[in-house]
Every structure is written in structure tokens, then in C-alpha cells.
């Protein structure tokens, strides 16, 4: 593990909001299990495999910092994988947000609210980590999270399916907890930050809108995980619900890029946000 890897935390000004992106973790997937139907020949091209077809992908928490609130969107891989998990999934970078929010001033106490896309272990393993003493806490205690009340339904009772990326190690403590807030359907946590259920990707999939200004800026979680998935019918195989994802799709993408806005990325180790024209060209990246 190259827990030594120097840390960079990109930035963006978006109005009067700062972004981050912190280290939440890097893993490599097989190309195949992240694109699906589309053949190799085609992705290879827009997102860059190793020789045996596997792909890097961050774990981008993402630090909002408004004039009213810290917020963090999504939490990386945490600091509860064992050695197995860690080389099952290929784990090449561990998650050292502490010492990104420390690089920033910040220490995890200052976050007020945590929003999740979803609560797949890649996005929610940091919700919950390892102290010093090996005991369990929430990473950010002092933070509402905010979960789709739908979301929350399918992580209590889930399907064949996403019982497998719904780990109770990362959630449990949270049900226990007076630190979650189930959304239904869209809500404003924080003047200017917009919460809408997509659907597509989980049951209660959201994103999440950034408004300051005339600036706007859309987390579109594991709907365009990186810049490579522009095409609405490039969904992930990982996708519950893939129809629901192509028109989510169809609409997200062109309402952002009539806005001009900036796309964050979660899993995309090439760019941290960019801009898109029509065509799907990136036209500007950070
Ligand atoms: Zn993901």
C-alpha cells in the first residue's frame, strides 16, 4: 500500500464556495465490470487501461466549503478494509482524509453535514472508521448525513443485490445514531447546495446541485462516475436499475450543460471536475 503517495487536493472556486476533493482511496477494476456492454475497443480509448484491461479509480470525498456550512459529499473506501479486501479489490492507495481536511486547516469535527449519493461501501465506507484504539466512530460526528429515505429502505431491507455493497460495518452505527436525515426526494440542506433523487445507479441514488453566483456545479455520483460514462447509455454494469439511469441521464447532462456547469468526479483519477460541450468533448478540467 503506498500510504506515502504525496497528497493533492484539488481545488475549485465555484462563487463563494471553495471545493476539495480529498483522498478517500484508489482502487482498480476490471475495465469489463465497470463498462459493461460497451466493448473495450470503445472505452479504451476515452479512459486509459492497464495492460491486463484494469482501470484506476479514486474515491473522491468531496469538501464543500459554503459561508454557512463544511459539508462533505460521499466518504471514500475508510479505514475498515482488511488485508484480503484490500488486495481483493486491488486497493493501491488508502484513505487519508483526516490528513487531507488536516492539510486544510480543518480537522473531520468541523464537518456539519455529509451528504451520500448512495450507500455502496466505495461511498460510504468512510462514514463510519477505526479510531486509534481500533474502536468504531463516526468519521464525522458533529455532521448530519443526509440519505435518501428510499436509499435508507433498500440499505434495511435489501435485495439479493445490493446486500452486497451495503456493509453494515459502514452503516450500522449510523442507524443507531440522531446524525441521519432521510431526504425525500430533494431538500436544501445549505443555502445554495440541492439535494434530487435520481434513482438508476441504487434505489435512492442522488445528486447533488452546487449553486454561488452565477456558478453552478452538479454531483452526479456513480450516473457519470468519471468523465468517460458522457454517452447516457454508458451506464455501469453495477447499475440496479439501468433504464432508470439512461433517462436520468438524458435530462442531467443537457440541464448542466446549459448551465455551463461543472461535473465533479468521484471516480475519475484524470479529473477532479470538467466541463463538457454538446458533443461530450471535455472543454474544461480542473
Ligand atoms: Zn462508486
Known amino acids: 500500500m503506498k500510504t506515502t503517495t504525496k497528497i493533492s487536493l484539488p481545488r475549485l472556486k465555484l462563487g463563494e464556495f471553495e471545493i476539495n476533493w480529498l483522498p478517500g482511496g484508489v482502487f482498480d477494476l476490471d475495465g469489463g465490470c465497470m463498462f459493461g456492454v ?3 475497443a470503445l472505452w479504451a480509448k476515452k479512459f486509459p487501461a492497464d495492460p491486463e484491461g484494469f482501470i484506476s479509480l479514486t474515491n473522491t470525498p468531496i469538501l464543500v466549503r459554503t459561508p454557512d456550512a463544511l459539508l462533505v459529499i460521499d ?5 475498515k478494509l482488511s488485508e484480503k479486501q ?9 484513505w487519508r482524509v483526516e490528513e487531507g481536511l488536516g492539510m486544510l486547516g480543518l480537522s473531520r469535527h468541523d464537518i ?3 451528504i451520500l449519493t448512495h450507500c455502496d461501501f466505495d461511498h460510504a465506507g468512510g462514514v463510519v472508521m477505526y479510531g486509534e484504539k481500533g474502536m468504531p466512530s463516526l468519521t464525522f460526528p458533529n455532521a448530519v448525513h443526509h440519505v435518501q429515505r428510499t436509499e435508507w429502505d433498500d440499505v434495511l431491507q435489501p435485495n439479493r443485490r445490493s446486500a452486497c455493497s451495503y456493509w453494515n460495518e459502514n452503516l450500522d452505527l449510523l442507524k443507531s445514531s440522531d ?10 440542506p445549505v443555502a445554495g447546495i440541492a439535494l434530487q433523487r435520481t434513482g ?5 441514488h442522488q445528486v447533488v446541485w452546487l449553486k454561488s453566483g452565477e456558478e453552478i ?3 452526479p455520483g456513480d450516473l457519470l462516475p468519471n468523465h468517460a460514462y458522457f454517452n447516457p447509455l454508458w451506464v455501469t454494469p453495477y447499475d440496479n436499475f439501468p433504464l432508470e439511469s439512461v433517462a436520468v441521464k438524458e435530462k442531467l447532462i ?3 450543460i446549459d448551465q455551463n456547469a461543472w461535473f465533479l468526479m468521484y471516480h475519475d483519477p484524470t479529473m477532479a471536475a470538467c466541463r463538457f460541450d454538446r458533443e461530450g468533448n471535455v472543454v474544461e478540467r480542473v
Open 112 to 114: 456539519d453535514h455529509v
Open 86 to 94: 484490500k488486495k481483493i479489490f486491488r486497493v493501491t492507495q488508502g
Open 179 to 188: 446524525r441521519l436525515n432521510l431526504v425525500d426526494e430533494s431538500l436544501e
Open 75 to 79: 466518504t471514500g473506501l475508510g479505514n
Open 254 to 256: 443537457p440541464e448542466g
Open 200 to 204: 438508476g445507479h441504487t434505489m435512492g
Open 217 to 219: 456545479a452538479v454531483h
Open 38 to 40: 460497451v466493448p473495450r
